[in-house]
Each structure stands twice: as structure tokens, then as C-alpha cells.
């Protein structure tokens, strides 16, 4: 089944009064295909359904949570001090062959109600989430919940938000395929998870490989990219009453056959359902009823809607070929409600969530307040463009971003900034903030050029500030990795040439001894942390913010990690040195179309013959300053994990041989 591509496209290419017909054309398109498709589901009553005979259950045949006692709400992986955000690590971190994300995968909206008033909550909700991802997003609203006028109004609005797909839905469950006891329970939950939140199932039906269902009260602060890298059939929080929250959740689309199955096992369950034991007798929770939970956890909360059913089938019912995979509540459905849970690991950590969900004391609130304070508050989060530069090269240091800064301006539209200082070649020290100081540091560059601040101490600095200052979708990144015994060298015979009065090396310095020293103290410092990087979020090492040690420095997978907590995997292009030694011209093309140069017009290739910029040209080194093979050797050994690492976080090996 295609997408509904042509109509988009048409769309994007019209306006004006050609919008309102377009919009239709999409949304009589995208409904039209599906019915054809076979894909959607809708009419359950084309099922063949078995209605098993309402069963009694024993007291005895009830389990209420022994089989997933981990996903506990209160349970202190669910909130409080344990943080690992996601237990699919390190597949969460894979990309593609080429360093680039599989395109595939879209945030999806559920609206059940559709009146005019909401159609400017689904537009607010999706212009928030373009501020954060250029992915898809798809809209599916339910259409016995629609006003015909709204529909119209939301689809034409929607067409002036880029790469959004409408889809006008029946609920995939015919209520009166349902037990009467059930649909009894559904109906009496008096605020949530009715029977028309079932649309969301429709979720794994979507054409795309990866869906993540946002709520429209649920706000991305920062981009979750990574999670789309999940390989999993369910990503899910537990909600604070609920064994899940069907606020966020991430479910392996393009499965219609599961939307399916998904229906024919409500319909089936409906009919095991009692008050006491939910979901063939599997029980409504794990969940905090917000006291002492009852036998049965009957007060779970939405336990007989999607909430329940969904941790149901994809986690209660073991099916083993399932992957499922659960995620922070703290960080990916932060709620009010969970605010004296997260908040002292938040403010010890300085972590903010991805995801904030019903913020509901607003302002003044709890939420926000929270994420005010530790630097990333949506509503401050820049739309447009507010710092100055249009890429950063990050470092890492003695890896060739001299070069690779020079020669990108080398392009007519590249503004070559220069800045007094060391060396010489854009580096703007000191941090983005305040941003008039910084972007003033960029006042003589003509405006319509583009322009980059090259500072190798970012890499292992700013991953927290600069991407939540100037914007997650206007920061580029360029990073230059270098072998890093070569770079830690190369660095050491830097120290030595550089007569600066703090630097304790000179060019009598055995270089050899000074580095030995420099990985013992890194040894002993990581003696200290054990397995400090091998966490999802790797925290600088205690006071090792701009180091100078070699090794540290050399640790890439540890410092990418978290820009990539951070900031979105879009932002990045990752070169390694050696092929930007070989391969220069394709690393220059690719970079200049990356920061959005015309790269027919680039004729900087003649130029580069010659020295390579701030290189020590090949000179024949005293034997005090060479690197002894041994010791070669030990840092090898020293950074082959931490290389491991390093492949796991970008999805693409080193070219290095260790
Ligand atoms: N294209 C290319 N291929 C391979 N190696 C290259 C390239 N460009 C620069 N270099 C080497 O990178 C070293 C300088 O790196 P940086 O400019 O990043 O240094 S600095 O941190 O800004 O001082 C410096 O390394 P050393 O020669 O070891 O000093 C350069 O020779």
C-alpha cells in the first residue's frame, strides 16, 4: 500500500485557494486508499471473532503482577533513582550504514473529538513538535467524532505544516463486538481511555516502520530521535496509575495483521473481563493505586481501556516474539504527578525530560517550572533561528577541524570569519550565553552568508547548552574524529611547541612519560567512576570539563553520547579524519550541502593543493618526542572498548584497526 504521496506533493506545490481543494484531495486520498488497501481495519465485523463463554475466574488463577513486577509504577526503575531511559541500549543508539537515520518513522496524534476549538489544539500541538523534528507527523482523528466543518478547517491548516498526513479513521473496534460487562467498565471511567481512544491502535497499522503516539497535551522539550532507533514492537512509560501510559508510546507500524489480531484479542478478552481481574485474568495493574493497591488492583486507572489493553497484549500476554521495551516515566511522560518522584534525581543530575505531558498547573506550574530552571523550557525553546553561526564544528581536537573550517570557506557562501586568537581559524571561545555577547562576536559577517564558529572544546563541553540556546533545529554539528593514539599524540607535541606559562610540557618534555602519566591519572580517575561511560548519559568525569588529558579527550563514544541525549542525531555529521585524508572532496560536498551551501558552486578543490592547515608537516621527530611502541601499544588496548563504544554510538566503524 502507498502512501498518499502525490496529493502532498501537489499540496505542497499550490496555495492560496488551490490549498482548501487540495486538502480535501489528501483527505479523501489518504481515507480512499485505506479503505482499498485492505489496510484499514475498521469493520470488525468482517472478523471472524470465537466469544468464548463468560468465564468465572478462581481467585487463585489470578496474577495480579508476579509475571512483570518491574513495571511497578512505584518501582524505583519506573521513577526515582534509577535513570537508564530505555532497556534497548545500544540498539537505541544504531544508525544506518552511512551514519544517518532510517527516514520511515512518524509521530502520530490520536483525536477522538473534533470540533472547530480543537482543531486549534491539534495545530498548536503539531507546530510545537515541527519546532522540534522534521519527521512525519500524522494526524488520525476519529471520524464519528469529527464535525464535518472542522475536518475541513483542520486539513487545510494542517497543509501549511510540512510533511503532515491526515487520516480520517473509524475506531478499529466495533463496541458492539465487545462484552456488555466490559464496555460497562470502559464507559464508567470517568476521565480517561474510553472506547474511542481504541483509535489509537490503528498506530501499528500506519505505513511507516516506527510510530510514536503523542497525546496532544504531551510535549516533545527535546528531541527523542533516538527512540525511533529502537528495534522494538512497543517502547512504553508507566502512567501514574496505569501499567502504561497511552499518552506516549512507540509501536512498530506497517502491521495491519497486528491491528488486526490486536481486535480479535479485545473482542476475545472483553469476555474474561471482571472488575476484579482485567485481561484474561492477568490482572488491570502493575500499577500505584494511590494508596495501598487492593488485592485485585482495581483502582488502577483507564486499566479497562487501551492502557490496559496494550500493556495486555504486548507485555501481560508474554507472547515471546514480541520486543518490548519500556522507557522512564521521569523522562519520556513526565507528568505534574510524578514531580516529587523526579525532581531530586533531575536536580542532581541536571537532567529535564524529553517528553512533558499534562502540564496541567501551567506557568506557574510544576512542569514547567521544573524544565524553566534546568535550561530547557519548550516555550523558550528558539523556533527561529537565534544564534548567529549556521554550523559548529565541535572538535575533536588535533582531528583536522582547522582544515576542514578553512577549506569550507573556502565556498562563496561561506563567510570566512576569523577571530584574533589561537589558532586563528573562526574558534569563538567561551559559552553561547548570553547570546547578544555571542552573536555579536559575529557582527561583521555579511548577512545572507553562511558562517561557523570552530571550537574544539565543545565537543566535550556544550552538549547540554548549545543545542537548547540556539535552537534544535537550526544547530549543525560537524565533528572530525581522529585515531585517537594519533590525536593524543598529536596533542602532547601541540602542549610542547605551544610556549604557554600554565602548560607544563616543553620541547624537552618526553613525550612518552607524559603521556603514561596522563593515563594513569585517567585510569585512576575512571577507577574512581566505575563503568562511567557506559550508561546511556556518560556525565563528564568529576572537574574534567576542558581537559587536556589526551585520553579522556580520545573517549569519542562517552562525549557523543551526550550531545545525542541532548540534541537530535539530524543535527550531526561525523567524519573520521582518515577519510577526510582520502576522501577530502566527497567529506567538503557533503559537509557544505549538510550547513545548506550550493555546492555546484564550490571550485575550492584547486585551492586546497599545499599544506594542509595547522599540520606540523610531516617533520621527523627527536626520539624523546616519538611514542614509544609499547606504550603505542597499552593505549590501543586502553581504547579499543571505548572504540566499541564509539561504533555502537554512531553505527559505523572506525576505520582505525583496533
Ligand atoms: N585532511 C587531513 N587529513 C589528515 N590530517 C589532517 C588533515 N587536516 C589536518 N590534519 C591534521 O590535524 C591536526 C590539526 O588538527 P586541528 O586543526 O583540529 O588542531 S587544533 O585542535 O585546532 O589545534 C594536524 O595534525 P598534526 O600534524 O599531528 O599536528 C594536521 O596534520
Not at 485474568?281 to 489493553?309: A, D, H, I, M
Not at 549543525?476 to 607544563?504: G, I, T
Not at 577530502?584 to 584547486?606: C, P, Q
Not at 581504547?639 to 566499541?644: C, D, E, I, K, M
Request: hydrophobic share 35%; with cysteine.
Amino acid at each position: 500500500m502507498g502512501r498518499a504521496h502525490s496529493p502532498r506533493t501537489f499540496c505542497h506545490l499550490s496555495n492560496g485557494g488551490l490549498v482548501k481543494v487540495c486538502a480535501l484531495v489528501v483527505i479523501i486520498t489518504v481515507w480512499v486508499e485505506w479503505q482499498h488497501s485492505g489496510m484499514l481495519i475498521p469493520n470488525s465485523t468482517n472478523l471472524e471473532i470465537q466469544r468464548p463463554p463468560q468465564r468465572q475466574l478462581a481467585v487463585d488463577s489470578i496474577v495480579v503482577d508476579d509475571k512483570q513486577s518491574w513495571t511497578r509504577y512505584d518501582h524505583p526503575s519506573a521513577y526515582g533513582t534509577h535513570f537508564d531511559p530505555t532497556v534497548c541500549h545500544p540498539r537505541v543508539w544504531s544508525l544506518d550504514s552511512v551514519g544517518r537515520r532510517p527516514e520511515n518513522t512518524t509521530f502520530a496524534f490520536a483525536v477522538t473529538k473534533l470540533s472547530m476549538r480543537y482543531t486549534n489544539i491539534v495545530l498548536d500541538a503539531a507546530k510545537r513538535l515541527r519546532v522540534m523534528s522534521s519527521r512525519p507527523i500524522s494526524v488520525m482523528v476519529l471520524k464519528s467524532g469529527a464535525k464535518e466543518g472542522a475536518i475541513g478547517e483542520l486539513a487545510v491548516k494542517l497543509s501549511d505544516i510540512s510533511n503532515t498526513t491526515f487520516y480520517l479513521l473509524d475506531n478499529p473496534v466495533n463496541i458492539e463486538d465487545l462484552s456488555e460487562g466490559y464496555v460497562r467498565a470502559l464507559q464508567k471511567n470517568p476521565n480517561c481511555c474510553k472506547e474511542s481512544e481504541y483509535l489509537k491502535l490503528h498506530a501499528v497499522a500506519l505505513p511507516y516502520d516506527q510510530v510514536l503516539v503523542l497525546d496532544l497535551d504531551a510535549t516533545l522539550v527535546k528531541p527523542v530521535d533516538h527512540l525511533f532507533h529502537c528495534d522494538v514492537d512497543l517502547l512504553y512509560a508507566a502512567g501514574p496509575w496505569s501499567p502504561l501510559n497511552g499518552g506516549v508510546f512507540l509501536v512498530r507500524g506497517n502491521r495491519p495483521d497486528r491491528l488486526r489480531h490486536m481486535v480479535e484479542v479485545l473482542i476475545n478478552t472483553s469476555y474474561t473481563y471482571t472488575q476484579e481481574a482485567c485481561f484474561d485474568g492477568l490482572g488491570c495493574g502493575p500499577c500505584n493505586c494511590g494508596g495501598p493497591c487492593s488485592k485485585y488492583n482495581v483502582r488502577c486507572f483507564g486499566q479497562e481501556g487501551p492502557q490496559g489493553f496494550i500493556h495486555y497484549y504486548f507485555v501481560k500476554r508474554g507472547d515471546p516474539s514480541f520486543r518490548v521495551a519500556r522507557i522512564s516515566t521521569c523522562l519520556y511522560d513526565f507528568q505534574d504527578s510524578g514531580l516529587k518522584k523526579c525532581k531530586p534525581e533531575f536536580e542532581r543530575r541536571g537532567f529535564s525530560p524529553f517528553i512533558v505531558h499534562k502540564d496541567t498547573r501551567g506557568e506557574n506550574g510544576s512542569a514547567l517550572a521544573l524544565i524553566r530552571r534546568l535550561g530547557t523550557d519548550p516555550s523558550t525553546q528558539p523556533e527561529s533561528k537565534v544564534c548567529r553561526p549556521e554550523f559548529w564544528i565541535l572538535g575533536a581536537r588535533k582531528a583536522g577541524t582547522t582544515a576542514l573550517y578553512t577549506w569550507l570557506t573556502y565556498h562563496p557562501q561561506v563567510f570566512s570569519h576569523h577571530v584574533q586568537g589561537f589558532p586563528t581559524d573562526g574558534e569563538i571561545y567561551g559559552s553561547v550565553k548570553p547570546l547578544d555577547k555571542y552573536n555579536n562576536k559575529f557582527k561583521k559577517v555579511p548577512s545572507g552568508l553562511l558562517v561557523g564558529d570552530s571550537n574544539v572544546y565543545r565537543l566535550i563541553d556544550d552538549a547540554a547548552e548549545l543545542p537548547a540556546l540556539c535552537g534544535h533545529k537550526h544547530a549543525k554539528f560537524l565533528v572530525l574524529l581522529r585515531d585517537p593514539v594519533e590525536r593524543c599524540h598529536s596533542q602532547m607535541l601541540m602542549r610542547a611547541r605551544v610556549k604557554q606559562k600554565n602548560l607544563d610540557i616543553t620541547m624537552d618534555s618526553n613525550l612518552s612519560e607524559v603521556i603514561d602519566r596522563q593515563l594513569k591519572s585517567f585510569e585512576d580517575a575512571v577507577a574512581a567512576s566505575p563503568g562511567w561511560a557506559d550508561g546511556f548519559l556518560p556525565e563528564p568525569l568529576h572537574g574534567w570539563k576542558s581537559s587536556y588529558n589526551c585520553i579522556y579527550e580520545g573517549i569519542y563514544g562517552a562525549h557523543l553520547k551526550r550531545w545525542f541525549f541532548h540534541t537530535s542525531l539530524d543535527n550531526f555529521r561525523i567524519y573520521f579524519t582518515e577519510d577526510f585524508a582520502e576522501h577530502r572532496d566527497e567529506v567538503l560536498h557533503d559537509a557544505l550541502e549538510f550547513i545548506g551551501a550550493d555546492v555546484s558552486l564550490y571550485h575550492g578543490s584547486a585551492l586546497l593543493e599545499g599544506k594542509i592547515p595547522n599540520s606540523r608537516s610531516n617533520m621527523t621527530l627527536p626520539e624523546h618526542q616519538q611514542l614509544m611502541p609499547l606504550l603505542r601499544r597499552r593505549l590501543q588496548d586502553v581504547f579499543a572498548p571505548y572504540n566499541r563504544m564509539l561504533e555502537d554510538v554512531i553505527g559505523r566503524r572506525t576505520p582505525w584497526g583496533y
